[in-house]
């Protein structure tokens, strides 16, 4: 099919229905949006208090001196949300496959016709939306929990190298999800 | 043309996997399909019947393009299954695996704009369609609440509405009134009429004969992945010639029921049992003069007759004719 502007309009369409789909899907969920928000934290707690327990009053100057920044919270919590988000684009794609097939709704999504790669995209972007949420209230709760100011440093800096690393990331996570739906 | 649907010589063949121990497994080849061949015309009602496991599924995954037959073509609402596809897919609307196929925390509503949104609906038509789905399935006291806490027959309903979501002119419907209980059966089975009143063309499977039997014009019979008869119900009917049937209840042993099958004028018998009692149906090409042989054949291989009742041709007999066994039986036996 060429990709008129009308084609192009319909399938963002499709992509952005699936995507809210989703999210409406995950909102039902009030106990798993808690959990995307506490992993990311529980995950930069265990080196943070592990590094302040061996290194005590030095931690922040041996830090800074190996890494260029002082603030090793802030470090390992934006260290451990990127962790969560390459976890969950695996999990939430490959997942969403999975269950999608044994729920049957795969079936009904294959009944349509409808771009599987837009519906795809649309599962993506719900995986982004959802890790980036997390990843900013979790960073901010975190900051919050370990008594560190979340505004300084290149913040903005390293969420534009996030967003950049989430265009392959979701690439990548895409082609897993087909070995899954494929195995 | 639209409303129709033309499959010649439709084969499946799948490969299943017999596991033996931890990583050994032997691949074996179920043919699901064999070389099926049928039309069915616009406007109709058509009825595929069959046991569970018969192909009916698989026929009608080909037609949705969900499977890819091994072998043969065919052609739904005038396009090739395989080479349009996608317009395949925008001129059917089926109804699959009945209550699964939703998404269970969405709303019914929600699930239907969204299924609406994946046919390319705007996003005010979405809306729109919904409305009118729900309102045509007397869904509007539900609609707004999640589809798990449903009973199955609200699910089975809304599976159904998700089938109408693109208003297609061929209809695939898949067992719909499985799980349902007998007015919400009945009030499903007037809609199916009034939507083939409005020219739309529906394919219905079922297992349950009598369904069909008041449903469908026109019915094809399906057993072990092999078409077995097609035609009008009254024609499938008649196609048993002057055969009668008598079924018989009792306390009926296997060895009566072999000695009447030995009876020269018995064409076939098939003897099942229903709430502990054996039912012998018997079909013979003169029931009058069969009968008092019938009955002395029982009496001396030890069978203790409770009912005898000649009955009319029914399409389960027509099925017991084509495949020597009850559908019933067949059912059981394949869903073991």
């Known amino acids: 099919m060429r990709m008129t502007t009308a084609v192009l309009r319909t399938n963002v369409s499709t992509m952005l229905a699936s995507a809210r789909m989703r999210l409406l899907n995950l909102a039902r969920y009030p106990g798993q949006l808690v959990m995307d928000f506490i992993i990311p934290i529980v995950l930069a707690s265990m080196p943070i208090l592990l590094g302040r327990a061996t290194a005590g009053d030095q931690a922040a100057a041996v830090f800074e001196a190996n890494t260029g920044t002082g603030n090793y919270v802030a470090y390992m919590i934006i260290g451990s949300s990127v962790f969560s988000m390459v976890s969950y684009a695996f999990w939430h794609i490959a997942y969403w496959v999975r269950w999608e097939m044994e729920t049957g709704t795969l079936e009904a999504l294959y009944l349509a016709p409808t771009s599987r790669l837009w519906v795809a995209s649309g599962v993506g972007l719900y995986s982004l939306v959802r890790s980036v949420i997390s990843m900013i209230v979790s960073y901010f709760l975190g900051s919050w929990i370990l008594g560190v100011n979340p505004l300084q440093g290149e913040l903005m800096l390293a969420f534009v190298f996030i967003l950049v690393g989430a265009v392959p990331l979701y690439g990548v996570a895409l082609l897993f999800g087909a070995l899954v739906l494929k195995f | ?336």
Request: hydrophobic fraction near 40%.
């Open chain 2, 1 to 336: 043309m639209i409303g129709t649907v033309q499959a010649a010589d439709l084969s499946k063949v799948y490969q299943t996997k017999q596991r033996k121990g931890l990583f050994k497994a032997e691949r074996r080849d179920v043919d699901a399909l064999q070389e099926v061949s049928l039309e069915v015309n616009q406007g109709e009602i058509f009825g595929l019947l069959g046991p569970n496991g018969a192909g009916k599924t698989t026929l009608i995954k080909i037609l949705t393009t969900l499977l890819l037959p091994s072998s043969g073509e065919a052609f739904v609402n005038g396009h090739h299954i395989e080479k349009n596809s996608n317009d395949v897919r925008a001129t059917v609307g089926c109804m699959l695996m009945g209550e699964r196929g939703l998404y269970w925390k969405l709303t019914a509503r929600e699930n239907l704009v969204y299924f609406c949104a994946l046919y390319h609906l705007s996003p005010q038509a979405r809306v729109r369609r919904s409305d009118e789905i729900i309102e045509l399935l007397n869904l509007g006291d539900i609609a707004d609440r999640s589809v798990e806490t449903f009973s199955s027959g609200q699910k089975m309903k809304l599976a159904f509405g998700k089938a109408l979501v693109n208003d297609a002119p061929l209809l695939i419907l898949d067992e719909p009134t499985n799980t349902l209980d007998v007015p919400s059966a009945s009030e499903l089975r007037a809609i199916v009429r009034d939507l083939n009143d409005q020219g739309k063309t529906i394919i219905y499977t079922t297992h349950i004969m009598a369904e069909a039997e008041t449903l469908c014009g026109r019915v094809a019979i399906i057993d072990r992945g092999r078409l077995l008869a097609v035609g009008d119900v009254p024609e499938l009917k008649a196609s048993l010639g002057r055969d009668q049937v008598t079924r018989i209840e009792g306390v009926i042993p296997a060895k009566a029921a072999e000695a009447v099958r030995g009876l020269s004028m018995v064409r076939q018998t098939t003897l099942s049992a229903e709430n502990g009692v054996n039912c012998l149906t018997v079909m013979s090409s003169n029931g009058k003069d069969t009968l008092p042989k019938l009955i002395e054949t029982l009496s001396a291989s030890g069978a203790v007759i409770q009912k005898i009742s000649p009955e009319e041709v029914t399409l389960e007999d027509v099925f017991i004719a084509k495949t020597g066994r009850t559908l019933a039986e067949d059912t059981r036996a394949n869903s073991r």
